[in-house]
């Protein structure tokens, strides 16, 4: 992990994300104070995982029970 101070950061910015892109943090400080941190996205498209709730979700028996017709209107 690196520590840099806002104008080194200005300074050096592409350096800093070839840092991050890397899979290195760097906090931005503004004097000895840190303000921020550059961290990687991770990727979104991983590999969906079935089963990954089972347990814990519940449907009651009442969803299975038909709407009110003051419900079933609304949606005509």
Excluded: C, Q, Y
């Excluded at 050096?12 to 503004?30: D, P």
């Amino acid at each position: 992990m690196s520590v840099v101070t806002i104008h080194k950061a200005k300074t050096n910015l592409s350096r800093l994300i070839k840092k991050v892109a890397a899979g290195e943090e760097v906090i931005i400080a503004r004097g000895d104070k840190p303000v921020a941190r550059l961290v990687p996205i991770k990727n979104g498209k991983g590999k969906r995982r079935h089963g990954l709730l089972k347990g814990k979700l519940r449907v009651g028996p009442e969803f299975f029970e038909p709407l009110p017709s003051s419900e079933l209107e609304a949606w005509e």
